[in-house]
């Protein structure tokens, strides 16, 4: 079983549309989330990082974690084409070295 | 402020060939890392160095040896290229075990 499982989509959505992207995870000993959204042909770009349960927003976008489901969610508002990329959940223990655990990635396409 | 750099971005190589990829940070963090990426795989850690001075292997070391040239620089080589290491290479740094940064990628193709 991974340490990460994230639906590797693709999922395509009308622009305006509210986008959901989950994960989840088996290791209850995770202390920090995060989201990055990767561009074709770029490198991954750290979107949203969070510390314990709850919800922070920032902008059109908002993270949730739900530590006793481990279950992560990036929510997207307002989708527009820009935001068309792949997204990677990502966590760590927070302790040590080698302990950042990344999901596969779902690829989103906002059509116009 | 240009945060993690890798070069190069493309390279292609033959068979048994050796190269090196280089990876630069500026942002005073101690822990890098190299990850390779490949389609349905996601990322896989290849090295990592937690502080300067060490490094350790990854989920799929095999074929790469790197450096940790000072606390700036981690470099990735190999030694015999292989088609089976034709990936998307990515350098990536964090202060220790929280949110990582990472470079835009060097794209590899062993023939």
């Known amino acids: 079983q991974k340490e990460v499982e994230q639906d590797p989509g693709p999922l395509s959505v009308p622009e305006g549309a509210i986008v959901s992207l989950n994960c989840t995870y088996s290791?209850?000993?995770?202390?920090?989330f995060m989201w990055y959204r990767q561009y074709s042909r770029k490198g991954p770009e750290l979107l949203m990082y969070?510390?314990?349960?709850g919800n922070k927003e920032d902008g059109r976008f908002t993270a949730q974690v739900d530590k006793s489901s481990k279950y992560i969610s990036l929510f997207i508002r307002d989708s527009q084409p820009s935001d068309s990329a792949t997204y990677l959940c990502?966590?760590?223990?927070?302790?040590?070295?080698?302990?950042?655990?990344f999901g596969t990635g779902t690829r989103l396409t906002v059509i116009p | 402020n240009a945060g993690v750099t890798q070069t190069p971005k493309f390279q292609v190589l033959k068979t048994g060939q050796s190269m090196t990829l280089q990876c630069a940070q500026d942002?005073?963090?101690?822990?890098m890392y190299w990850y390779r990426q490949d389609p349905g795989m996601g990322l896989r850690l290849i090295y990592y160095?937690?502080?300067?001075?060490?490094?350790d292997k990854g989920e799929v070391p095999n074929g790469y040896n790197v450096s940790r040239l000072n606390k700036r620089e981690f470099s990735l080589r190999l030694e015999s290229a292989a088609p089976s290491q034709t990936s998307v290479y990515f350098c990536?740094?964090?202060?220790?075990?929280?949110?990582?940064?990472f470079g835009q990628g060097t794209r590899l193709t062993v023939v």
């Open positions: 990536a740094s964090s202060i220790w075990n929280t949110e990582a940064f």
């Open positions: 290791n209850s000993a995770f202390q920090y």
């Open positions: 969070t510390y314990s349960s």
């Open positions: 990502a966590m760590t223990l927070g302790t040590g070295a080698n302990n950042l655990f």
């Open positions: 942002m005073n963090h101690n822990s």
């Open positions: 160095s937690a502080s300067e001075g060490t490094t």
